[in-house]
């Protein structure tokens, strides 16, 4: 309940300030609390695997400092959403590659998304939801049911449904089947069943999920990220399908696909280091 009573707390602020004064709030905010070391300590391990240096280098504290008020500002524009408009967010976020999502719903089996913690994934989902398309994100139900519906009124304001990975999946291939759009991040195991792959150079636990959904389904398997190009806007990036590999055994090739996908990830999450919000440890 206090946790509820804190976000209702934080985004009576973030309503009562201009946009401006809301990121200078959050600037400042971030700032003291990295100081403070507040949930600090596995972000900077993050950054320096990717970085792969020690985890007290200049360049990586300098990087989860940039992380760090980052994701302050991201949690800002989540506070914000029901004050902007679906016109606003298309002028606040760019999209490119929709042909390539046109193309794979041409196949008629829905498509799977997988994305990471880079930036604003919420402002992902309900950018592409914004032009049109049925979208279905896929999240964490959070014990109290109050702060569960906190973060689902945000989402549906915008047109994304919800999917729970920590409750029922049978859903998933119905969506599928109806032409649906599942976006899932996959940088981070919730569920504490994905298998360790090389990610960086080291080995990590990353989730299958989207993969094996995919392979299942027979639904194309899509990249999508969204970063922060200014501190206004955001650029979502829709990529072409990966190849997956059919022949072999399951296992196996569920491993080999899930490569494929790290791949990718590691491209954006490199490219956008200074936005990767990942507070969790994924490492081995």
Same mark, same amino acid.
């Given at each position: 309940?206090?946790?509820?009573?804190?976000?209702?707390?934080? !985004?009576?602020?973030?309503?009562?300030?201009?946009?401006?004064?809301?990121?200078?709030?959050?600037?400042?905010?971030?700032?003291?609390?990295?100081?403070?070391?507040?949930?600090?300590?596995?972000?900077?391990?993050?950054?320096?695997?990717?970085?792969?240096?020690?985890?007290?280098?200049?360049e990586?504290?300098?990087?989860?400092?940039?992380?760090?008020?980052?994701?302050?500002?991201?949690?800002?524009?989540?506070?914000?959403?029901?004050?902007? +408009?679906?016109?606003?967010?298309?002028?606040?976020?760019?999209?490119?590659?929709?042909?390539?999502?046109d193309?794979?719903? !041409?196949?008629?089996?829905?498509?799977?998304?997988?994305?990471?913690?880079?930036?604003?994934v919420e402002w992902?989902?309900?950018?592409?939801?914004?032009?049109?398309?049925k979208?279905w994100?896929?999240?964490?139900?959070?014990?109290? !049911?109050?702060?569960?519906?906190?973060?689902?009124?945000?989402?549906?304001?915008?047109?994304?449904?919800?999917?729970?990975?920590?409750? +029922?999946?049978?859903?998933?291939?119905?969506?599928?089947?109806?032409?649906?759009?599942?976006?899932?991040?996959?940088?981070?195991?919730?569920?504490?069943?994905?298998?360790?792959?090389?990610?960086?150079?080291?080995k990590a636990?990353?989730?299958?999920?989207?993969?094996?959904?995919?392979?299942? +389904?027979g639904?194309?398997l899509?990249?999508?990220?969204?970063?922060?190009?200014?501190?206004y806007?955001?650029?979502?990036?829709?990529?072409?399908?990966?190849?997956? !590999?059919?022949?072999?055994?399951?296992?196996?090739?569920?491993?080999?696909?899930?490569?494929?996908m790290?791949?990718?990830?590691?491209?954006?999450?490199?490219k956008?280091?200074?936005?990767?919000?990942?507070?969790?440890?994924?490492?081995?």
């Open positions: 309940m206090l946790i509820f009573l804190g976000y209702k707390f934080v !985004e009576f602020l973030v309503y009562a300030t201009p946009y401006p004064f809301t990121y200078f709030i959050a600037s400042v905010t971030a700032r003291f609390l990295f100081n403070l070391n507040i949930n600090v300590s596995t972000l900077k391990t993050n950054v320096a695997n990717v970085l792969n240096l020690e985890k007290n280098d200049k990586v504290v300098a990087t989860a400092r940039k992380v760090y008020i980052n994701w302050f500002m991201t949690v800002a524009d989540f506070l914000k959403h029901t004050r902007v +408009s679906r016109e606003n967010l298309k002028q606040r976020v760019d999209i490119t590659g929709l042909e390539n999502l193309k794979a719903l !041409e196949k008629g089996k829905g498509v799977v998304i997988f994305t990471a913690h880079i930036s604003n992902g989902a309900c950018r592409v939801a914004a032009e049109g398309y979208i994100a896929m999240g964490l139900r959070r014990p109290y !049911e109050p702060t569960n519906k906190f973060f689902e009124s945000r989402r549906l304001a915008k047109g994304v449904g919800i999917l729970y990975v920590n409750k +029922s999946l049978l859903d998933v291939f119905r969506i599928l089947k109806n032409n649906g759009i599942l976006a899932m991040p996959t940088d981070w195991d919730a569920k504490g069943t994905a298998h360790i792959h090389k990610f960086f150079g080291k636990y990353i989730p299958s999920g989207p993969v094996e959904i995919a392979m299942k +389904s639904a194309p899509i990249p999508c990220f969204i970063y922060r190009k200014n501190k806007d955001h650029l979502v990036e829709m990529g072409k399908p990966l190849e997956l !590999e059919t022949k072999g055994e399951r296992k196996e090739l569920v491993d080999i696909n899930t490569d494929k790290v791949k990718v990830l590691q491209k954006y999450i490199k956008h280091l200074d936005q990767w919000e990942m507070f969790h440890d994924i490492w081995v």
